[in-house]
């Protein structure tokens, strides 16, 4: 199984941008697939997650109306829209896909049985 993520890049302040994960080897659309990141110096953190093949969505308190997870099971693939981007939303974005998660557990990266490279997004100021 290989979940292969894409889109980020440098973006000015205010900006937007796009990401896209892409899973092979096993469909995962009834399942829970999303996006967690990572700040230089700082621990892994949830940024949204789109349940069980697309039913329910969640946030990140500080993303929350300028991010939007979406998904296309036809496509075994989940997406992350970014606007409004922020400094402070620098990080490696890591696109996860995880089985029979309970809703206490989808923030904690450790219930994620999938995880793909990784792609690096840098909003400047």
């Known amino acids: 199984v290989q979940l292969q993520a894409s889109g980020g890049g440098l973006v000015q302040a205010g900006g937007s941008l796009r990401l896209s994960c892409a899973a092979s080897?096993?469909?995962?659309?009834?399942?829970?697939m999303g996006w967690f990141r990572q700040a230089p110096g700082k621990e892994r953190e949830f940024v949204a997650s789109?349940?069980?093949?697309?039913?329910?969505?969640h946030y990140l308190d500080s993303v929350k109306g300028r991010f939007t997870v979406s998904r296309d099971n036809a496509k075994s693939s989940v997406y992350l829209e970014m606007n409004s981007l922020k400094p402070e939303d620098t990080a490696l974005y890591y696109c996860?896909?995880?089985?029979?998660?309970?809703?206490?557990?989808?923030?904690?990266?450790?219930?994620?049985?999938?995880w793909g490279r990784g792609t690096l997004v840098t909003v400047s100021s």
């Open positions: 996860v896909a995880g089985v029979n998660l309970i809703l206490s557990s989808i923030r904690n990266p450790r219930n994620y049985a999938y």
């Open positions: 080897g096993r469909s995962f659309s009834r399942d829970d």
């Open positions: 789109s349940r069980r093949g697309g039913t329910t969505t």
